[in-house]
T-cell receptor, first 112, second 110 residues
Framework: GENVEQHPSTLSVQEGDSAVIKCTYS??????FPWYKQELGKRPQLIID?????GEKKDQRIAVTLNKTAKHFSLHITETQPEDSAVYFC???????????FGQGTRLTINP | EAQVTQNPRYLITVTGKKLTVTCSQN?????MSWYRQDPGLGLRQIYY???????DKGDVPEGYKVSRKEKRNFPLILESPSPNQTSLYFC?????????FGPGTRLTVL
């Protein structure tokens, strides 16, 4: 089955700098790659997703890139702000948003 | 308001005492799932259901049961809870495009 590896497990950046979180997946049939943000004590919330027919997607300060050949995808957050501090999860699926396999999570801390 | 609800939100119980965590969604989604979240392991799928009376095992189904008698409800059943089932549990539903999570249930088994 699908296996998703996420790195780093913790990431600390200065406010205003960029943050990058990387994930690799094992199943070449995976076609849907969402990213979730989980604030302390809250539920995971979808922040951006990408499907396999697209190489990059942007939404304001957030972008996701996908390299299907290498089977990896990355989350890029620019101009980081204190409210970006959270745990971020990547996921992959061969069945759209139905059967997601998650990475281990990255705790992002933005230092003022 | 479109949402996924879970109850209870917090539960402390003892080994072997059967419990049920309820999950309900009002978005008419066919697909629902249960996940458990443990530090360093991310979210792992326990069971999923593709429609009423259709359920299947996820990645960590041991010690859990589910049922799907109505489209909106997908309860998680622990018939004989053990301490290794202490975890944060999330129910989720999807329209196939986006997965929506419930607020979570923090379960402690003593």
């Amino acid at each position: 089955g699908e296996n998703v590896e996420q790195h780093p497990s913790t990431l600390s950046v200065q406010e205003g700098d960029s943050a990058v979180i990387k994930c690799t997946y094992s199943d070449s049939a995976s076609n849907y790659f969402p990213w979730y943000k989980q604030e302390l004590g809250k539920r995971p919330q979808l922040i951006i997703d990408i499907r396999s027919n697209v190489g990059e997607k942007k939404d304001q300060r957030i972008a996701v890139t996908l390299n299907k050949t290498a089977k990896h995808f990355s989350l890029h957050i620019t101009e980081t702000q204190p409210e970006d501090s959270a745990v971020y999860f990547c996921a992959a699926s061969t069945q759209g948003a139905q059967k997601l396999v998650f990475g281990q999570g990255t705790r992002l801390t933005i230092n003022p | 308001e479109a949402q996924v609800t879970q109850n209870p939100r917090y539960l402390i119980t003892v080994t072997g005492k059967k419990l049920t965590v309820t999950c309900s969604q009002n978005m008419n989604h066919e697909y629902m799932s249960w996940y458990r979240q443990d530090p360093g392991l991310g979210l792992r799928q326990i069971y999923y259901s593709m429609n009423v009376e259709v359920t299947d095992k996820g990645d960590v189904p041991e010690g859990y049961k589910v049922s799907r008698k109505e489209k909106r409800n997908f309860p998680l059943i622990l018939e004989s809870p053990s301490p290794n089932q202490t975890s944060l549990y999330f129910c989720a539903s999807t329209n196939g495009l986006t997965q929506f999570f419930g607020p979570g249930t923090r379960l402690t088994v003593l």
